[in-house]
């Protein structure tokens, strides 16, 4: 069947982008482009985007535009707006905000009670706006001002065309105006090329005929064909090399045998790291004397371009080659004194300071976690050494091998097997889009045990010396830190005490700083919640958001535990003895609300008037150490479900016939004891299930 509506077809060329400036455009695309044109009163079936060096294109199919835009809009709770059947200035203050009458108020149903809703029009803006607008919405790390009208873009914009249908569109993004063509490749087919409609099969065809491929997916599966299937497995190489061309083109060369004898992590960052070429194995995997270089486009003299790139891969292999040998006259042990010349971080000492604190903190934290003690001194013995790379002539000329230099330096050594593999694996994850699950296949125990307390050092450090976590400016990857941080406990499940992990921590800086742990640890709590919101993928505002939000009322010391809830709570969220849960904790927050005295102290059963609030009690003492003991054992759904099932009606029944809020002081906190032991059965050891609106 045809689909309806219209296609549209959106293209903004400009001069080459940076490889690694691409995550930012399709974070705009798959966000705020489809927000753009909902504001332009415009839905669609389908959004296919594309990106190439010089250019990002958007096609969208069964575009359709909506007569009248309504959305919703709620007010306050049934509760708030109305007093004894009469309106209310919340009522008022709602109507007159939204131009809408009392009568055409509908209600509706959230976990907090009844509020109100209405629907109104939403003012629609031309499409125009969104050709103009999405390219301010990109993200870049750079940005630069190119023309008199100081247009923001980390290139200029050198061209841009828009159909729907076959009719062109006209807007303006900075000083260029849309027009009905575009450009091939740069240098092999540099005229304008003419576009007539939206047909993306007729537009990516022509881009090919002029020696550009538009998908990025086409581009790399062309390069992992030309490089071999091992060389591929360097998928970041490949994205990045897939960046930079349009049109992949294979060239190969080859460097003298005897640059074999160096470890195969030096030779292929020589390789990769200023030329971005690929190192080739036989069939056996082993690494041979060839490389393959992807071009940008077909050259008349492929072989004068290997012998260029043969020229400097050997320069660098030389080069690589003289620093490992300098290097291997010092065992790593001995180059561990001359960290005392590295200063770490302004005024924290040097980083043999930062030597000694991690070999005592990963002790601490390695036994915390239940770690054996053979674990426990690798661990130790990879904190003595995981820095001594750092002052070897290999890492200063080639500062992405720290941690690898290190690795190789330590078999050598003849180091325990598993301390080499810390001493490289402390630094991952490299970036933080790897799943948690491939980072515990790729990390042990060792390394993540290594990596959890580099990053508390260095946390403990800067927001002692008061520098702040700004997610705009961040010279010293706080957040790439924090997020590395609570991947890692994730991935191998570490279990231990925030708390007492960042006191030893700060303890060990002494007077090198002067914030206590605890004002750090106020800092870090936001801070860690912010990261692992991040690590689960969750938008501000969502449902999930929402529980994660519950989860952290509930205590923030433990962070797998944290994961450990979500994971089982997000499972069972739409469950009805959920929803009995959060309408228990509602209920019950809601009266302790405005309770002023101490209610940790057991409630008085003399004191007990009324037949529902002893039966309440009862089944507070008959079922609270199941309920604790499933939470313990981390059984957090059969414990919320558990107490969903148990305190539901009786909690009902209990508000419905008993004034909890009685004249008599005894009484009413005796009552209030009642509904705490209840409320903190579930807060306390699971979620505040009352922060949920929408269960």
């Not at 569109?169 to 409609?197: C, E, M, W, Y």
């Not at 515990?440 to 450090?461: H, S």
């Not at 450990?564 to 509602?586: D, G, P, W, Y």
């Amino acid at each position: 069947m045809k689909k309806s509506g219209e296609s549209l077809l959106y293209e903004v060329g400009f001069e080459e982008v940076p490889s690694d400036y691409f995550s930012g455009i399709h974070q705009a695309i798959l966000k705020f482009a489809p927000e753009l044109l909902a504001e332009c009163g415009y839905r669609f079936d389908e959004i296919h985007f594309f990106t190439t060096p010089r250019r990002l294109v958007i096609s969208l199919s069964g575009l359709v535009k909506e007569q009248a835009s309504r959305i919703e809009r709620l007010g306050p709770l049934k509760s708030q707006a109305y007093q004894d059947g009469k309106p209310t200035p919340a009522l008022t203050g709602f109507l007159k905000s939204t131009g809408k009458r009392e009568e055409e108020i509908v209600m509706k149903d959230t976990l907090k009670g009844q509020r109100l809703s209405v629907e109104v029009e939403k003012e629609l803006k031309p499409l125009q706006f969104f050709f103009e607008q999405f390219p301010k919405t990109i993200s870049f790390p750079k940005l630069m001002r190119w023309e008199s009208e100081k247009y923001l873009f980390t290139r200029p914009i050198r061209w841009s065309f828009a159909f729907l249908g076959r009719r062109k569109q006209n807007f303006r993004i900075a000083n260029v105006k849309s027009d009905n063509v575009t450009f091939g490749h740069r240098f092999l087919a540099p005229r304008p090329v003419r576009i007539q409609s939206s047909n993306l099969i007729h537009f990516v065809r022509k881009l090919k005929n002029h020696h550009v491929i538009l998908c990025t997916k086409e581009r790399i599966k062309s390069i992992r064909k030309m490089v071999g299937q091992r060389a591929a497995q360097d998928e970041p190489l490949v994205q990045m090399v897939a960046n930079l061309v349009e049109e992949p083109c294979r060239v190969q060369g080859v460097f003298d045998k005897e640059y074999l004898s160096l470890p195969e992590p030096v030779l292929k960052t020589c390789m990769r790291k200023h030329q971005k070429i690929f190192a080739q194995y036989d069939v056996s995997g082993k690494l041979t004397n060839k490389f393959v270089a992807i071009i940008n486009g077909p050259r008349k003299n492929p072989k004068l371009i290997a012998r260029h790139y043969e020229s400097v891969l050997k320069s660098r292999l030389e080069d690589a080659r003289f620093f490992f040998q300098e290097d291997r006259k010092i065992k790593l042990e001995k180059q561990v004194e001359k960290l005392k010349d590295m200063v770490f971080l302004g005024s924290l000492g040097s980083y043999l300071d930062k030597t000694k604190r991690l070999e005592e903190l990963t002790v601490a934290l390695a036994k915390e976690c239940g770690q054996s003690d053979s674990v426990t001194q690798c661990v130790k013995r990879a904190a003595r050494l995981a820095k001594a790379d750092l002052v070897t002539h290999l890492v200063y000329e080639f500062p992405e091998l720290q941690g690898i230099a290190g690795f190789e330096y330590a078999c050598l050594d003849q180091e325990n097997r598993e301390v080499a593999r810390a001493i490289r694996d402390h630094y991952l994850p490299e970036n933080l889009s790897i799943s948690f699950e491939e980072l515990g296949k790729t990390v042990g125990i060792e390394g993540a045990i290594l990596g959890v307390c580099e990053r508390i050092d260095l946390l403990t450090g800067a927001l002692g010396l008061n520098v702040e976590l700004s997610s705009s400016e961040d010279p010293y990857a706080l957040r790439r830190a924090g997020g590395a941080l609570v991947k890692l406990i994730r991935a191998h499940e570490l279990k231990f005490s925030m708390k007492r992990l960042i006191q030893f921590s700060r303890d060990q800086f002494g007077s090198l700083i002067s914030k206590t742990a605890v004002e750090i640890q106020e800092k870090l709590t936001p801070f860690f919640k912010e990261r692992i919101a991040f690590e689960l993928h969750l938008k501000t505002g969502s449902a999930e958001h929402e529980l994660l939000e519950a989860i952290f009322a509930s205590g923030f010391d433990d962070l797998s535990q944290i994961y450990l809830k979500f994971n089982e709570l997000n499972q069972i969220k739409t469950h009805e003895s959920f929803r009995r849960a959060c309408k228990v904790m509602e209920r019950t927050g809601n009266i302790l609300k405005g309770a002023r005295t101490d209610l940790s102290s057991a409630w008085d059963d003399a004191l007990f008037q009324e037949p529902c609030e002893q039966v309440l009690a009862k089944l507070v003492k008959k079922n609270e150490e199941s309920i604790k003991k499933l939470a313990l054992n981390g059984e957090f759904s059969k414990a919320v479900l558990m107490f969903g099932d148990v305190f539901f009606e009786p909690v009902h029944e209990f508000f419905d016939r008993v004034l909890v809020n009685a004249e008599d002081p005894k009484i009413r906190v005796n009552r209030h004891m009642l509904v705490n032991r209840v409320n903190q059965l579930c807060k306390a050891f699971i979620a505040d299930l009352s922060k949920l609106t929408n269960s």
